[in-house]
């Protein structure tokens, strides 16, 4: 029953200490020394403006204008400026007058990043994750008193050489941290572009070992597709709806797996309103990246909604520079018994030519291969289709047949009949890029 006081004796009796020790610290000593430390600990080097001690709430050494530097190998442009850091000290270092830390906070940094801090231009494929962000030893290993680091409110940009990219992550939260040998992140962050307000791109959340190799678990929440899309291609595509991901990461930047889930509700053309109680789609993906090279292929992609799955590729994703060119992709797409009523009002959301009282159904298989333009190539078989306009009698078919050539997608002549009724002999053609590039034509 006296274990409590006496714990808040012991630590009031520390504080005393320190603030009798205060007097004693040579600051200017302090000051010359912080830098050195902090650059240590940091593997840059780092320059400080002004220092001073707080002792409450916990004994603190508070560094002003601090700019940490970049390795020459990388860039000449620092590493990160912030206008304050804190470090908190290790109780031997307030009395030897070299600094040691056990944490160290940035306060509102600003980041900068490029391919160099992944994996540095000399290293070969599959080489420490954190090569070119921490200076460690060849053998990989961290110090046994490598320190906790923290980032409060700041900014990551992101460079390719020395040019910035339009893409950077705002209101940051992070933090770098040692356990049994291996270092560990956590990172809250929004991703946003300079050239555009994106308020629906989502927040990002990754927490997972980093060192020796990657082992993450990373979430997207609350983004909206068009903010979403407009921040990978820099344009609103006029695609609406809400979109979140759970993943798992693993392997290293230059070959990495990226193993989950996606969710799509509402998905909607932006001048059409949002679908009434519409299931959301929902899909497991597996996607291996090469960040350094900004390619991403495409393992599967494969919906719940009958099976229906997605391979292929993506070149030069997250672009910088404007004259590099578009994005290069490719896509293919293979359905084996899906549901084409569910995909089939997905689309009424999108065209203002499919009315709601328009309903089909039936079973599609087939393949169809996207390609940028966008255009597509391939054809797709509908068995026991069923058409109803309206509260009309059902028109049904055994079969039909859409085939896909550049941006037209064409229902072959199909008769469809109904009881009591004659049959009706019809065939459509329609430009199915609508939702990108706008109403093009019916025939």
Same mark, same amino acid.
């Given at each position: 029953m006296f274990r409590r006081p006496r714990n808040i004796m012991m630590a009031v009796g520390a504080l005393l200490v320190v603030a009798l020790l205060t007097p004693y610290i040579n600051l200017s000593r302090f000051r010359r020394s912080v830098g050195t430390a902090l650059g240590s600990a940091l593997g840059r080097h780092v320059e400080v403006g002004g220092v001073h001690v707080e002792l409450l709430p916990l004994p603190a050494v508070v560094a002003e204008n601090v700019v940490v530097g970049e390795l020459p190998e990388i860039g000449a442009e620092p590493l990160a400026r912030m206008s304050e850091l804190r470090a908190t000290p290790r109780l031997r270092s307030l009395w030897t007058g070299r600094p040691d830390f056990s944490s160290v906070v940035f306060v509102e940094p600003s980041v900068n990043l490029s391919r160099g801090n992944f994996v540095p231009p000399e290293a070969p494929a599959g080489a420490n994750p954190t090569a070119g962000i *921490?200076? *460690?030893?060849?053998?990989? !290993?961290?110090?046994?008193?490598?320190?906790?680091?923290?980032?409060?409110?700041? +900014?990551?940009?992101?460079? +390719?050489?020395?040019?910035?990219?339009?893409? /950077?992550?705002?209101?940051?939260?992070?933090?770098?941290?040692?356990?049994?040998g291996a270092l560990y992140l956590r990172f809250r962050g929004r991703p946003a572009r300079t050239d555009r307000t994106l308020t629906g791109a989502g927040e990002v959340r990754v927490e997972g070992q980093i060192l020796p190799r990657f082992d993450l678990q990373a979430r997207l929440m609350d983004a909206f597709l068009n903010d979403l899309l407009?921040?990978?291609?820099?344009?609103?595509?006029?695609?609406?709806?809400? /979109?979140?991901?759970?993943?798992?990461?693993?392997?290293?930047?230059?070959? $990495?797996?990226?193993e989950g889930r996606a969710r799509v509700a509402d998905l909607h053309r932006?001048?059409?309103?949002?679908?009434? !109680?519409?299931?959301?789609?929902?899909?497991?993906?597996?996607?291996?990246?090469?960040?350094?090279?900004? +390619?991403?292929?495409?393992?599967?992609?494969?919906?719940?909604?009958?099976?229906?799955?997605? /391979?292929?590729?993506?070149?030069g994703f997250l672009q910088s520079d404007p004259g590099a060119g578009p994005v290069d992709w490719d896509l293919q797409l293979r359905l084996n018994g899906a549901d084409g009523g569910r995909w089939f009002t997905a689309l009424q959301h999108f065209s203002p030519r499919l009315s709601g009282d328009f309903h089909v159904s039936g079973t599609i298989d087939g393949k169809i291969h996207f390609m940028p333009g966008p255009v597509a190539d391939g054809e797709l078989t509908v068995e026991d289709l069923v058409v109803r306009?309206?509260?009309?009698?059902? *028109?049904?078919?055994?079969?039909?047949? $859409?085939?896909?050539?550049?941006?037209?997608? +064409? *229902?072959?002549?199909?008769?469809?009949s109904s009881s009591g009724q004659r049959p009706v002999t019809f065939g459509i053609a329609l430009d199915w890029t609508t939702p990108v590039r706008g109403p093009r034509l019916l025939q």
């Open positions: *921490l200076k *460690l030893p060849e053998s990989g !290993a961290l110090p046994s008193e490598f320190p906790y680091i923290e980032v409060r409110d700041g +900014r990551i940009n992101f460079k +390719r050489d020395d040019l910035k990219s339009v893409f /950077f992550f705002s209101e940051v939260q992070a933090a770098l941290y040692r356990e049994n407009a921040l990978a291609r820099g344009s609103d595509p006029g695609i609406q709806g809400q /979109f979140s991901a759970d993943m798992r990461i693993t392997g290293h930047s230059s070959a $990495l797996r990226m932006g001048d059409f309103l949002p679908p009434i !109680a519409s299931a959301p789609l929902q899909a497991t993906f597996s996607v291996s990246a090469d960040l350094p090279a900004r +390619r991403l292929d495409i393992a599967e992609v494969r919906s719940e909604a009958g099976t229906i799955t997605a /391979f292929g590729g993506v070149r306009a309206g509260g009309g009698a059902p *028109l049904i078919t055994p079969g039909a047949k $859409l085939e896909f050539s550049g941006p037209m997608v +064409r *229902l072959l002549p199909v008769t469809l």
